[in-house]
């Protein structure tokens, strides 16, 4: 399969050096002890400070990692950071706390040793000042942190914390701003927290690593890649939590927000991986754009409760895995914002993906890859709304490039070949044919009939079509989903006989209600969508679908009302916004000026004060330069003033990201002015009310090139 360089590029060549010499890598110390022979320890830390360990009257974090590891002794402690230290009888039971005035923010100088004494934990939630009742967001409650860890200004230290060990705990902290690495020889890509002990680690010789896989690592209640202030980092971190070597690892009530990369990803092994109510947020700014990206080992790992919500990819991705995954009871929600994605992308065999809300995707529901075999995938009891393809999309084996991975083939003919079933997949199981496209009301009874392969599992869906008229569909596929789908509501379920005809008779469906369904059989998997049906009345009357206004929003404060009732479809008159709709740029640059930076201040009040309004930022450029040139420097204006605008407190879920390079001149001709209109980004806007709204264009932050005269 191809692999857009923006999905692979990022980590591939870091990976490849870090697989080659993981296996050499080793810290072995001539007097090394025995995993069994570690001294525990409580360390009261009590600086914020870093740099150099030594003896004085405070202790730093670096300082207890050291303690905890058991490469500082109790003999090179000052007698003031003794009473910071208690041994414990009690091993591998280490715990490093904290105690000094709030807020804490501990700014690093360098990259902290690993952690590898078995059973450690670092609880921020001993601060004083934690309260574990006070949380920002009511869809799932997690606590505040006070203590924080990040890079200190001007230093690029690319790892939080690295765990190294078995049974290590991280809790209560708030950990962002990890970038790339700080200098060519590092291997592994900057992240909040990497979990894995082979991997090339820098530090001095140490009494203990451990050569396996760390078991049963735990990451609960942090806040990763975001502030307490719930401010965006100038500097994102590249990732969130990556699990390059761990098993049975927790990753459990994090907030995981504004990386550059996905906020969780695995690599070589992550079985059993626990993925549970954890709010992942417009993450992807940079590279990587999904949420969760998971390839290397995944046997009996799973994802669910969580709330995923305005990444800029899929809200799952799945590329090359070995083993099974369960997805179940996730909130997956205005994902794709910069790449056009499937919500939820399978490659492999015996995925579940189960009782999930999936909806405002910019691509269809749920995509499966038929390279290099993908069968059984069970696909059932999920809801689905507003998408731009299919709820369920089944690939066939030659549609591998841009935009088949992300968005899916559309719809699968009729299985009549050996070759389309081995070449599809779910082996290509036949969708449910209805008998008719329209069924009607008798007696308030309804009988339905259609026909599907043999002793498969019929699932009614309800379907309700509500993409508003100014939603912009960018997949070529988008129409189609106006007929197959979205399966927004499971119905009943029935099997079909052994000539494969199935029924249904309902006596719950109004008028005007749409019908689809899907097909699932063991052997095989689940199909996708039927084409749609509609029950109708006798009379041919078809009451009032009340619409109701979706408003764009990932989260929902604590202090907000959340019981009002929905906000009903109201269409006024056309408004007009004093607000400007472009910003301008120089040549060959994706800098925000000082003056664009106004207008996109304006931009920005706009978008607080009208919560209906979203936006879609167009990049553009001058004809210069060739098609790919001017392709890839569109996108990038375009993702400088989302950055922008994210600095200003506009949710990521708000913004889409459309790059177009020269194809939509605003300027014909060659003149250095036209040039300077053409390098620009174009805000769209649009109200979810279906209201025309007119915006204004301005050309005072225009940025003409000097001409040199000869």
């Given amino acids: 399969m191809t692999i857009n360089s923006d999905i692979q590029n990022s980590i591939s060549k870091v990976l490849l050096t870090a697989l080659t010499i993981s296996g050499v890598i080793a810290f072995k110390a001539e007097n090394a002890q025995a995993q069994s022979e570690f001294q525990s320890y409580r360390v ?10 030594e003896a004085d009257r405070e202790l730093t974090l670096r300082e207890a990692i050291a303690i905890v590891n058991n490469t500082l002794s109790w003999s090179e402690l000052s007698p003031a ?4 230290v208690t041994a414990i009888n009690q091993p591998e039971a280490s715990r490093i706390e904290f105690d000094l005035p709030a807020p804490v923010k501990i700014e690093l100088l360098e990259t902290l040793p690993p952690l590898f004494s078995p059973g450690l934990v670092i609880d921020g939630s001993t601060h004083p000042d934690y309260d574990p009742n006070y949380n920002a967001t009511v869809e799932i409650p997690i606590p505040i942190p006070v203590v924080t860890l990040t890079a200190a200004e001007g230093k690029n230290v690319f790892r939080g914390l690295t765990i190294a060990g078995d049974r290590i705990k991280v809790k209560g902290l708030s950990i962002y701003g990890f970038s790339q690495p700080s200098s060519r020889t590092d291997t592994t890509p900057g992240a909040d927290i990497v979990v894995g002990s082979r991997l090339p680690i820098q530090s001095d010789l140490l009494p203990y690593v451990p050569d396996h896989s760390p078991q049963d690592v735990e990451i609960i209640d942090n806040w990763l890649g975001l502030p307490p202030d719930e401010s965006l980092n100038k500097i994102p971190s590249s990732f969130g939590v990556w699990v390059f070597d761990g098993v049975n690892t927790t990753i459990q009530r994090n907030r995981i927000y504004h990386h550059g990369g996905s906020g969780i990803l695995t690599s070589v092994n992550a079985q059993k991986t626990q993925i549970i109510e954890n709010i992942i947020v417009g993450n992807g700014l ?3 754009p999904h949420a969760i990206y998971l390839e290397g080992l995944i046997k009996d790992s799973l994802i669910a409760d969580n709330l995923i919500c305005g990444n800029d990819g899929s809200g799952v991705y799945l590329f090359k895995p070995r083993g099974q995954i369960t997805i179940n009871n996730n909130t997956i929600k205005f994902n794709g914002r910069r790449v056009p994605s499937a919500a939820v992308y399978l490659i492999g065999n015996e995925h579940q993906v189960t009782n999930n809300k999936i909806s405002w995707q910019t691509g269809t529901g749920v995509t499966i890859a038929a390279y290099p075999q993908s069968d059984r995938n069970l696909i059932t009891n999920n809801s689905f709304s507003n998408l731009e393809g299919l709820s369920i999309d089944l690939n066939t084996r030659d549609r591998v490039r841009n935009p088949f991975f992300k968005l899916g083939d559309g719809v699968n003919p009729p299985r009549n070949s050996r070759n389309r079933k081995r070449d599809t997949a779910n082996r290509a199981i036949n969708a449910p044919l209805f008998l008719s496209q329209d069924f009607f009301l008798i007696d308030g009874k309804v009988n339905i009939d259609g026909i599907a392969d043999p002793g498969s599992k019929v699932t009614l869906y309800r379907v309700n079509l509500g993409i508003p008229k100014d939603i912009k569909k960018r997949s070529p596929l988008a129409s189609q989903s106006k007929n197959y789908g979205p399966l927004s509501e499971p119905l009943t379920e029935t099997i079909a006989d052994k000539n494969g005809r ?14 689809s369904a899907i097909a699932t059989k063991s052997d095989y998997g689940t199909s996708e969508p039927a084409h749609n049906a509609v029950i109708r009345s006798l009379d041919g009357s078809t009451p009032t679908i009340e619409r109701t206004l979706t408003i764009p929003q990932c989260t929902t404060k604590p202090v907000a009302e959340i019981s009002e009732p929905p906000v009903k479809l109201d269409v006024p008159q056309a408004v007009k916004l004093s607000v400007p709709n472009n910003i301008h740029f120089a040549l060959d640059k ?14 920005a009040a706009a978008l607080k004060e009208y919560p ?11 004809s210069r330069a060739s098609n790919q040139y001017n392709l890839a420097l569109s ?5 400088a003033s989302r950055d922008y605008l994210l600095q200003q407190g506009v949710q990521a879920e708000r913004m889409t990201i459309l790059p177009l390079g020269e194809s939509q001149l605003k300027k014909p001709r060659n003149t250095t002015l036209d040039h300077a209109y053409n390098r620009r980004v174009e805000i769209i806007f649009h109200d979810l009310r279906g209201v025309d709204i007119i915006f204004e264009e301005q050309d005072r932050d225009l940025q003409i090139e000097r001409t040199i005269s000869r």
């Fill in 81 to 84: 950071e003794q009473k910071q």
């Fill in 44 to 53: 009261l830390v009590n600086s914020d400070r870093d740099g150099e360990i």
């Fill in 612 to 622: 209906v309004l979203t936006i879609e930022l167009q990049g553009h450029t001058d």
């Fill in 635 to 639: 996108r990038r204006r375009a993702i």
């Fill in 286 to 288: 940079r590279g990587m």
């Fill in 502 to 515: 199935f029924g249904f008779t309902l006596d719950n469906l109004a008028p005007g209600t749409i019908i």
């Fill in 590 to 603: 994706s800098t925000i000026s000082p003056a664009s930076a106004a207008v996109l201040d304006l931009v």
